[in-house]
């Protein structure tokens, strides 16, 4: 599923004929994975007086006379803070900020490796969403965008909400909504493959954390009509008690046979099994979908049902691993989706930025020669995907009229 979603050291597979050890592992990491160069010389006098002062204070005061030019003279405009708290790291869970910085660490270097982004990890020693709302408020001069990465649900979603509200920039929270727009350009394709509508798919969503609620919510914005969910009490419905409020939303806009029950349950005679809790699911299960199932078993490293398995009840299969066809993953997304919006000057990142990334990624995989059950996104190292994603995002941001239009002026002068 996610590019950051699992104990990577454990259970690893082999890559281009040799296992990754955990020496390479540990060397690739010290020191860190960044680093910051100036792109100006600082060789002389003359290039300290015109980078540094006096000739800095010119830049300052113009930018003191009119804010937009941050995005010409600073690196703001194109600036990502990646934040964490620490507490839903991988398949770690809760190991605490410091140690989350390695997955921070890898994600700016994936938003630089993709999209040619620059950013900050920034790790927060607190769980509390007023402390952690309020210190990103503080920090918004000082970056243009914030990538929300491994925070639990369900204050994951309260976070981002208020974040959203708060800040006149991009913010997104990778782990629902990354993993939300491949899921669709892969559920896109799957249903071109098998000559079939979206809409007449019946979806069976198993977890209802960040990322399951964010596939179903996607899922029913591009047209699915029958979705039903499940946590770990099982089916997601009107008449259950004790859930939080995102599942009492979720209720009220999925299910609408009013499926009760269990995932044996749910899936018997289902058309799509998505995959996004962990959990073991037995082949029986599977076998109980239609004719002509999709199955998506996103859980790393170990699916919730071996692939080859599944591929005997369904006619396509997608993995969140590198070594099987059909890997749902979030760089697919993430650095595109941020770079449009940064090249924009969006204030956010709507609904339609989104279903815009996910039309842009499927429809690279379905101009591919090999196109099919075993090709339904393009792999997660194609230079084609993040340039394509952006200039999708950036379009719909301008459709929507979400564009900070002096600012995207500005920065469009610099480039």
């Not at 281009?16 to 010389?41: M, N, Q």
């Not at 950013?119 to 990538?147: C, K, M, Q, W, Y």
């Amino acid at each position: 599923m996610s590019d950051a979603n699992a104990d990577t050291t454990s259970n690893q597979p082999s890559l281009d004929g040799r296992d990754i050890t955990e020496e390479e592992v540990f060397t690739a990491h010290e020191g860190g994975k960044l680093s910051i160069a100036p792109t100006v010389g600082l060789a002389g006098r003359r290039d300290l007086a015109i980078a540094y002062t006096p000739g800095v204070a010119k830049v300052c005061r113009a930018i003191a006379d009119d804010k937009a030019l941050t995005a010409r003279y600073t690196w703001t405009h194109r600036l990502v803070a990646v934040v964490s708290d620490g507490t839903a790291v991988l398949g770690l869970g809760d190991i605490g900020p410091r140690a989350s910085l390695p997955v921070m660490e890898g994600k700016s270097a994936l938003f630089k490796a993709f999209a040619d982004l620059d950013s900050i990890p920034l790790v927060l020693e607190t769980t509390d969403v007023d402390e952690i709302v309020e210190t990103l408020v503080h920090l918004r001069p000082s970056f243009g965008a914030v990538n929300l990465e491994d925070i639990a649900a369900p204050r994951c979603f309260e976070i981002e909400r208020r974040l959203v509200e708060a800040l006149d920039c991009p913010v997104m929270h990778d782990d629902q909504h990354g993993t939300a727009i491949v899921v669709l350009a892969a559920l896109r394709n799957a249903a071109r493959v098998l000559d079939r509508d979206l809409a007449s798919l019946k979806v069976v969503v198993s977890g209802a954390g960040a990322s399951g609620v964010a596939c179903a919510k996607i899922l029913l914005s591009a047209g699915a009509s029958d979705v039903v969910v499940l946590d770990s009490r099982g089916v997601i419905h009107e008449s259950r008690e004790r859930m939080n409020v995102e599942k009492i939303a979720l209720a009220e806009q999925t299910n609408p046979r009013g499926v009760r029950g269990d995932l044996a349950d749910a899936v018997a005679g289902s058309d799509v099994f998505l995959g996004l809790s962990g959990s073991t699911v037995p082949e029986s299960v599977i076998a109980s979908m239609a004719d002509g199932g999709v199955v998506f078993a996103l859980s790393n490293p170990d699916p919730e049902i071996d692939p080859a398995v599944a591929r005997k009840h369904a006619a396509v299969v997608a993995t969140g691993r590198s070594d099987y066809p059909n890997q749902i993953n979030n760089v697919l997304a993430f650095p595109g989706v941020f770079a449009g919006a940064l090249d924009a000057a969006a204030r956010r990142i709507t609904e339609a930025m989104k279903l815009a990334a996910a039309d842009a990624i499927a429809d690279i995989a379905a101009g591919d020669e090999e196109f099919g059950a075993d090709h339904i996104v393009p792999s997660a190292l194609d230079p084609r995907v993040a340039p394509a994603v952006a200039a999708a995002v950036a379009q719909a941001a301008a459709d929507e009229g979400v564009v900070r239009r002096h600012v995207a002026e500005v920065a469009a002068e610099h480039h």
